[in-house]
Each structure stands twice: as C-alpha cells, then as structure tokens.
C-alpha cells in the first residue's frame, strides 16, 4: 500500500502531521495525525456543551495519549487505546461505536447479556448524535497537544472551556517524560504565569478580563505588563508598571537616531517618565500615554496617534493655520518613524523606571548615553517622597500614643 504523510496546520492551534494508508488489493485503509510540535509544557483539558446539530461537526485532533470522556453515559476512551486522529465529535462517536460493534457476533455467541448491554450502549451512543439533549464532551490531554474548534474564533465561546493543568507525576511517566520534584515555590511559579482577573471595558462598560505578567526586561529589571480585552466592543488596551521601587537617582535617556534599524529598539517607558524630540520642539509630559513596553517605532506611531487625535485641531471650529502646523509636524514626524531625518529622542524619568534598548550590550552603545541625576524637591514632591518615611515610623508612631 501507500501512505501518504502531508503537514498543515490548524487555524487557532498548532501544525499536525495527517498520515494516510490505502491498500489497492484490500481496499482497507486507515488516517492517523501526529503532532508536529513537542509536547508542551502543561496538560490541556477541553470541556465541550454539546447542545445542536453545529456542535458535533466540530473539529478534533485527539492524539494517542488523550482521553474522550462523556459523563453523562458514564463512557469513556482510554489513552493509548486509538491512533491519534484528525476528526469531529460525530466521528469519535461514529468511531467508538464501530469499535463495540466489532466483536459483537461473537459476544452474542458467547454471552448474550453482555452482549445486549453492549447494544443497548451502542443505541444510546447514536442517540447523542441526533442531540434530543444536551450532553457533554471532555478531552484531556496530558502532552498538551490535542484541540477542539472553537467556530467563533478569535473570539470567546461560551460553550467551550479550555483548562492548562501540571502534569503528575504518573502522567508524566506515561509520556517517558523524567519527573524532577522541584520544591515549590509561590514567587516562581507567580513569575511563569498568566493572572487574570474581572474588569470592565474602559469604552463599553461591559465585563471583560485584564490579563498581567511579570516580565524580566534584560539588562534592566522586572516590569509588570497588563491586557485588556472586550469580547463585546473589541477594544484592547495594554499598560506596563515598574515591577521594582522607585530608584534612587532619576534618568535622562538620550537616543541619537541615525539608522532605520534604531526603530526596532525595545522601549519601557513609565508613566512617570516625560518624551523630548528638540528637533521638532516636541515634548511629551508624564502621564501621557501611560506605561507603555513597544518598540522606539511603536511609541513614536503613538504619540503621532495622539497629535493626529487633538480634539482641537479638528472639525470646523479648528485654525486653518494651526492644522496647517500640525500636519507639518506629523509630516516631519513620519520622517524620523521611516528613517528619513536624524533626530534626538530624549527620555527624562525622575523614578529611574524607564529603559531604552542597548543593542551592544554589555558593550557600550555610541547613540545612547544614560545620566543619572539627583531628583528636585519639586519631583520628589510629585512623586509623593517628601512625605513618605519608610524608616523609623514605628518609633515615631509608638512615641504618640
């Protein structure tokens, strides 16, 4: 026979491997997918509401070491039990029951009561693929590497919970995976995972999630990067905020651009630190933007957002000679963003929480230069360090009472 091997990938997932066998002299033939990635960190389980006709036409890539659970039936497939498969619901069905019907003949010679269970089982399970009712469909997957459609992607499915889980020690075992007790540790295992917690949208009101990862930025230091997403209205937002203290001594980060290649530069600007360009008579004050963790292009194409955006500056009651200004300054601004014009990008945060990429490190960069200054009663006043004690406070407050 043939077999023909062809890789592709799943929108929304990952790349599998599909192989196909036909015998010419048999006709038998038989299709079986393997994952083309590794087996992935955590384990997956995917809990499905099987509710219509449309549900049992999604897609599934069950591999070998997965189990198909359907608690309502009290049935089950073990893992290791079947080839890994590209299919739907409908199919795994279809599958299982062609397995039970298999040695039926025999069952009904042997031992006609098991044998009238097993059909009574059979018709139960073709029952669940007219969906006279709801029922519900699991997956779990220990490798990490199986998948159920979700026909509303990118956005969320009610119908479909998706749970990442540790793997234990037995399943680990299963995969021929080595097993390191490793002692646990709440800081550790904070820094390697996503939080997620309930908001609102910020345009529609609606209840939407706000993701936030603790990131370690190189050569710099740990920040905290946030995402909101509305599933209602599609707005999205990100914010960064220093992981660390204020530092001792402010930053004035100054950036001599000269090449379009500085545009890739990574760029943490905090919401304490204000943006100069002297060469276009530009500054930025703190607070505007936000926090934000992009690159040199993608913080220059956001204060262009913000020019091109003064409610000022627009409709019929704006000065012909003042838009006139400002396209002109978005003109030259453009220029500097495509690497047209030489400029200065200068970064002055009082905090020290602010960072611009070092392409040479731990060399010297000859564009960028760092100086460190002491802050000003009036920006340790902004901040709120005037008032702040963090020693002797106790003391103080003890003396008081």
Known sequence: GVTRLLLTRIPFFKEIIVSSFACDSCSWSNTEIQSAGRI??????????????????????KTDCATARIPELDFEIPAFTQKGVLTTIEGIIDRAVVGLEQDQPIRRATDGEVASKIDEFIGKLKQLKEVHSSFTFIIDDPSGNSFVENPHAPRKDDALV???YRRTPQQAAMLGLEWEEKPANPAEELRDEVLQFNTNCPECNAPANTNMKLVQIPHFKEVIIMATNCDSCGHRTNEVKSGGAIEPQGTRIT???????????????SETCSV???????ELGMGALGGKFTTLEGLLKDIRDLVERNPFTLGDSSVPSKAEK???FIGKLQEIIEGKTEAHFIMDDPAGNSYLQNVYAPEEDPELSVERYQRTFEQNEEL???DMKTEGYEAEGASRR
């Open 276 to 282: 100069e360009i002297p060469e276009l008579e530009f």
């Open 162 to 164: 998706v749970t990442h």
């Open 255 to 269: 950036l001599r651009i000269t090449d379009p290649s500085d545009m890739t530069r990574d760029v943490l600007k």
């Open 40 to 61: 992935q960190e955590q384990g997956v389980r995917y809990t499905l509401a099987v509710t219509s006709r449309q549900d049992m036409n999604r897609e599934v890539v």
């Open 326 to 328: 400002l396209q002109e």
């Open 384 to 386: 709120g360090l005037n």
